[in-house]
């Protein structure tokens, strides 16, 4: 579903994406593939996600659908606001609240925490992706948090990553903490606290290796938490 966000973001923003360097050649505003060709490519990628959705638990069904909801006005958000950023958070957390939902079909206070974690923690990555973009993004018209933020984007980032880091230990000991697990969210608080001290004034390279580094970041919490949980 991750894959299908993509492919349906990309068809909505196909003539945005020509008019800025860095996406003008994707596939399909570069035109190597068709409309119709990523419509058949979205579609198999959905079926898939239904066929996996459809194994879980009828709470877990119910609250994956409702996801389907917020995906669909994300790619307009850029145009209307300058918190796409935000739109994007809502959706890519949702895995927060499934992954609860599918073991215990309900939802509780550490599933919420860990959503709210995420949301936050999206804000501010998808903030740094975007600074590789600022000034072809003002000549189209796409807004991001990358352009409002501005000159204090590192005020920005480093306020949400901040509330990202509490919300994710507030998840850890609302589940009865365990040093494991905090010593996995020590490491993903120190990356942040490092991705932090190299934003200002980075260049699209530079915007982009932070960017990328998150899916380390991630994979430290992930581990204490996974970790700590096995030997429990």
Same mark, same amino acid.
């Given at each position: 579903?991750?894959?299908?966000?993509?492919?349906?973001?990309d068809?909505? $923003?196909r003539?945005?994406?020509?008019?800025?360097?860095?996406?003008?050649?994707?596939?399909l505003p570069?035109?190597?593939?068709?409309?119709?060709?990523?419509?058949l #490519?979205?579609? &198999?990628?959905?079926?898939?996600? @239904?066929?996996?959705?459809?194994a #879980?638990?009828?709470?877990?069904?119910?609250?994956?659908?409702?996801?389907l909801?917020?995906?669909?006005?994300?790619?307009?958000?850029k145009r209307?606001?300058?918190?796409?950023?935000? &739109?994007?958070?809502?959706a #890519?957390?949702?895995g927060?609240?499934?992954?609860?939902?599918?073991? /215990?079909?309900?939802?509780?206070?550490?599933?919420v @925490?860990? +959503?709210?974690?995420? /949301?936050?923690?999206?804000i501010? +990555?998808?903030t740094?992706y975007?600074?590789? $973009?600022?000034? $072809? $993004?003002?000549?189209?018209?796409?807004r991001?948090?990358?352009?409002?933020?501005?000159?204090r984007?590192?005020?920005?980032?480093g306020?949400?990553y901040? &509330?990202? &880091?509490?919300?994710?230990?507030?998840?850890? #000991?609302a589940?009865?903490?365990? *040093?494991?697990?905090?010593?996995? *969210?020590?490491? +993903?608080?120190?990356?942040?606290? *490092?991705?932090?001290?190299?934003?200002?004034?980075?260049?699209a390279?530079?915007a982009?290796r @932070?960017?990328?580094?998150?899916r380390d970041a991630g994979f430290?919490?992930?581990a204490?938490?996974?970790l700590q949980? *096995?030997?429990?």
């Open positions: 579903m991750r894959g299908a966000g993509s492919t349906y973001n068809i909505l $923003d003539k945005l994406d020509a008019g800025v360097e860095r996406t003008r050649e994707r596939p570069s035109g190597r593939i068709s409309m119709k060709a990523a419509a #490519f979205l579609a &198999a990628q959905s079926l898939v996600g @239904l066929a996996a959705l459809l #879980f638990n009828r709470f877990s069904i119910g609250l994956g659908a409702v996801s909801a917020v995906v669909a006005v994300y790619p307009l958000m209307v606001t300058s918190w796409p950023q935000a &739109a994007l958070g809502v #890519f957390s949702w927060a609240l499934m992954g609860w939902s599918a073991t /215990f079909a309900s939802l509780a206070l550490p599933p @925490l860990l +959503y709210l974690s995420a /949301f936050c923690w999206t501010g +990555y998808d740094i975007a600074l590789q $973009d600022r000034r $072809d $993004d003002a000549v189209v018209g796409i991001s948090t990358a352009r409002l933020f501005g000159a984007v590192k005020l920005g980032v306020l949400f901040a &509330a990202a &880091a509490a919300l994710g230990l507030a998840a850890i #000991f589940v009865g903490g365990g *040093w494991i697990a905090i010593a996995g *969210w020590l490491a +993903y608080a120190a990356h942040l606290l *490092w991705q932090l001290t190299r934003v200002e004034g980075a260049n390279a530079t982009l @932070l960017f990328r580094s998150n430290l919490l992930f204490g938490i996974a949980g *096995w030997l429990s």
